[in-house]
Structure formats: C-alpha cells, structure tokens
C-alpha cells in the first residue's frame, strides 16, 4: 500500500511497470517488459482485453467481432502466433479471392494489388476494371521518372495514384479497397502511414508498379505462414481472437496483473516514475506505458507534458459490423469469393464492405455446416475534406440495410426469414485516422516521448492500421534497451 491505495506487486531487486490500455498493443508490451525482467499491471478500461480483436457468440459459432485476419507483408504476426503456441492455426483464405462493386457493376478484384494499386496494368482482371484506356494510362507510370509522385514531405493516397497510374485506378480499384480497410477517402490518407515503404520501393525499383510487385512478393514469398500466392492475408483457425486468449494466458503464466474494468483517470510523474490513478486507486511504476487510442493518449498525458495537446489526432471513425448467420443454401457456390468491397458513390447501397466469413474460411464453413452462412457487413466511411461525418443508425436500421445490401451484393436474396441469428458491434477510433501529415506528427509524439523518462507510448495511431504493423512496431519500441538492463525498458 502506498498513500493508503493499492500499487503493483514489485519484486524489491527489479523494476516495475503499469500498462495503460490491454488491446493488443498493450498485451504485447506486456508481454515484452515481463520477459525482460519487470513486474507489470495492465489497467484495462473495459471488462474484455483484446480491443478490436474482440470476439462474440453469433448462433453458437465463437466469432470475430473485429478484425479476422493479418496482413502478411511482415512475419511479425505469425511469428507471434508461433511463440505463442499457435503455429498450426495460421491458416490462408480460401483462394476465390474478393470483388468489387463499382457504379457500373461488379467486378473480380485483381489479385496482385497493394491498396488495389496494380502490380500489373495488363492483368486480365486489372484490364477488365480499367478498360483499355485505363490500363494504357496505368502503364505510363513505368515510363515516369521514380521522383514522380515521391519528392514531396508528404502526399495522400490519392495524389500519389492519380499521379502515377491515373484517376481510372485510384476511383475504380483503389478507392473501394481503402473505403473498405480505412474507412476513409484516400483524399485524406497519408500514404506513408497506410501503405508503409511504397513511395521508397518506387524510388528503388523505379516504378509504382513495380514498387507494388516488391511488397506482394514479400508478402506471398515470406516465411510468415502458409499464404497462398495472390493472398496477402491470413487468419488463425479458430478466429483472430484466439491470439488474445493465448496472450492473456501466457501474461497470466509470467505474473502479470491484468486488470479489467480500471479506467486511468490520470497519470502523474513523480521521482520514481509514473502514478497512475484509477477511481479510488493508485499504481506507482517505475515505468508508464500508454496503449490507447491517439486522442485518449494524448488526453491522458497532456497535463505531464504540455508539449503533446498540439499533436491530437482526429479521431478515428464510428465502424458498426453486422453480423448475420444465415440459413440459406443458395450462398454453398460463394457467388462473389470471399466478399466484396463497394466503391463510393455506388447507388443503393449503404455498406462499405461484405465478408462472406464461410466462404472465405475453410475451418468456419466446416464449423458451420453445409447451407449455413457467415455475412460480415461494414458501415462507416469518412469522406470529405474535413473529414466527413460518421454514418450513425440504430441496430435495427442497421439490420435492414445489411439485408438489403447483402442481397444486391451477393446476388442471392437475403430475407429476415433466413437469419438464425445477428449482432451488431461498433468500433468507435479502433481504426485511427491517419490524415495527411501523420507521419510527421507520429514523429514529434516519438520526440517527446523519448526525450520523457520512464515513458513509451504505443498503438496503431503511432504504427499504421492493422496488426502487422501494431504487433511488429510495439515489439519494435522495446527492442532497443535490451535484456542487458532492464531498468532501462
């Protein structure tokens, strides 16, 4: 006891921590301070560790209620999953590949793209997108000088595309799938921070084209799991959540404090280190760790340094996931692959995205038998040149457009009569918001951050969107100290 509250078990030789926030990145730093020698808590606002790799119970099938796969472009992922013990759950998706609804129709999503930006303008499936003309201006990036489009401090998605290949790609493939990943226009993205390495790998291979062929390469070839050429994706069998539950168990097998249903109401310096406040408690660490979300770490650390509150990031936006399992046979012959992205401005329907999860996972239409169907809906895209506004309707609106959607999407009527059972779950800043410029800010937060004793801020608004980048640049931030010293994490 200290002050009357309770503080973190510490061993008297060693150094201590306290971890703010148990999404993945926090668990995972967790994870790395324990094996180096500290005594950790984590303090976890809600009652379910994980963040947007959640989980929920949709007809009796354990689900993801967020995020079901990883990018394959780094092994950070599935070497995790293999330390963890998960080796053989890494799994590729079915190879069927995923569309892309369009103003004018449908389409096959080419399969050799990084953000669909083209490998290959003379794919046939590019070239079924792109028509001829389309396909001749997408070529002329390789005939452009490599400081096209790479020169400048900082550029979006969008102008680095319709630079190079052309507006027929960024409206046709490249806005669907950033829609569907983001949530975002890629007017507002910074490439940098969404497609990490594209704009070096044109100056390296002096294309982009060429730059995108690089990363499918590493992402197909690499020794990070089983994925399959053309997929630059792979999941666990059993959910992306079984990643959570492996991790949890093993900080419990270190000695970790994991506690749930802690909200950090404020954090001080003191001589040793950090206090932290939580209702009526407090925990002194040596060390801080803030694994929140970009506004909420920065609202938490702004009073002890002043120097962070100019570097707020937008928040991210409200994505609501509709999840229907459905009885309908019809869906066995997977009419549009493993699922479909929709591209801004496509009339009637509301939904940025569908995975067909059965379709696009052996292990789970194995689960869910023959004829039953697990549907994926996305709602929420920030458009808009001051970033837009959130797409906000109640569980039941929502049930009714996912309907609607499915149907015309899927190409199979999708009626109430065929759901067996429905969830809705929203993820409200889980994708963060990576404007034009974040790269730099994400810097000037690092500066400050390093310059603090004591203190290391991590998460996906720091490392990019999606796991790879999460996993790889949390473990990165403790690399550096050691095992040497400790103390030093």
């Known amino acids: 006891m200290r002050g009357g509250h309770p503080t973190p078990k510490t061993p008297a030789d060693g150094p201590s921590a306290v971890v703010v926030g ?25 009652d379910a560790w994980g963040g947007c790799v959640g ?10 209620s967020g995020a079901e796969s990883f990018a394959t472009r780094s092994p950070a992922v599935a070497n995790l999953a293999r330390e963890l013990g998960l080796a053989d759950k890494i799994v590729a998706p079915h190879p069927g590949g995923a569309w892309v609804q369009l103003p004018d129709g449908p389409q096959e999503l080419p399969k050799t793209g990084v953000l669909g930006i083209p490998a290959n303008p003379w794919d046939p499936e590019v070239r079924r997108s792109l028509g001829l003309a389309g396909a001749i201006r997408a070529w002329l990036d390789t005939w452009l000088p490599a400081s096209f489009g790479t020169s400048s401090e900082v550029t979006s998605v969008s102008a680095l595309v319709r630079s190079r290949m052309g507006k027929r790609v960024l409206d046709r493939l490249v806005s669907p799938v950033v829609g569907g990943v983001h949530s975002a226009d890629p ?5 940098d921070m969404v497609a990490p390495g594209l704009r070096a790998g044109i100056r390296q291979h002096g294309s982009l084209a060429a730059a995108v062929a690089a990363q499918r390469r590493a992402a197909t070839g690499s020794a990070s799991g089983p994925a399959k050429a053309g997929s630059a994706v792979a999941g666990l069998k059993g959910g992306m959540h079984s990643l959570v539950t492996a991790l949890v168990a093993d900080l419990r097998g ?59 990031p937008a928040p991210g936006p409200l994505v609501s996931l509709v999840t229907m399992v459905v009885d309908l046979p019809e869906l066995d012959r997977r009419p549009r692959g493993t699922g479909i992205l929709v591209a801004p401005q496509t009339p009637g329907i509301k939904a940025k995205a569908l995975t067909h999860a059965t379709a696009k996972w052996d292990w789970l239409a194995d689960e869910a038998g023959p004829g039953t169907h697990v549907l994926r809906l996305s709602y929420g895209r920030r458009e808009g040149a001051a ?10 609106s929502l049930l009714s457009a996912a309907l609607v959607d499915a149907s015309a999407l899927l ?5 109430p009569a065929d759901i067996v059972d429905w969830d809705v779950v929203r993820w409200a800043g889980a ?17 400050v951050c390093a310059a603090t004793p004591g203190l290391t801020v991590v998460g996906g608004w720091l490392a990019g969107n999606g796991l790879a980048a999460v996993v790889a640049d949390t473990r990165a931030q403790f690399a550096t100290a050691g095992a040497e010293d400790p103390s030093k994490l």
């Open 22 to 46: 148990g999404g993945v990145a926090g668990l995972i730093a967790a994870r790395e301070l324990a094996m180096a020698g500290c005594a950790v808590t984590i303090l976890e606002a809600s």
């Open 387 to 396: 970033g837009g506004a959130d797409l906000v309707l109640d569980d039941e």
């Open 431 to 447: 994708l963060p918001f990576a404007a034009v410029g974040h790269k730099q800010r994400v810097g000037q937060v690092r500066a």
């Open 254 to 312: 270190r000695g970790v404090g994991l506690m749930a249903g802690k909200r950090a109401d404020a954090v001080a310096r003191t001589p040793d280190g950090w206090r932290v406040t939580t209702g009526g408690a407090t925990y002194d660490a040596g060390r801080l760790v803030v694994a929140l979300d970009g506004p909420a770490a920065v609202g938490l650390l702004e009073q002890s340094l002043p120097e962070l509150s100019g570097l707020r």
């Open 55 to 64: 989980s929920h119970v949709v007809a009796g099938l354990h689900l993801d």
């Open 411 to 415: 190409t199979v009527p999708v009626s």
């Open 187 to 191: 007017d507002l993205l910074d490439v």
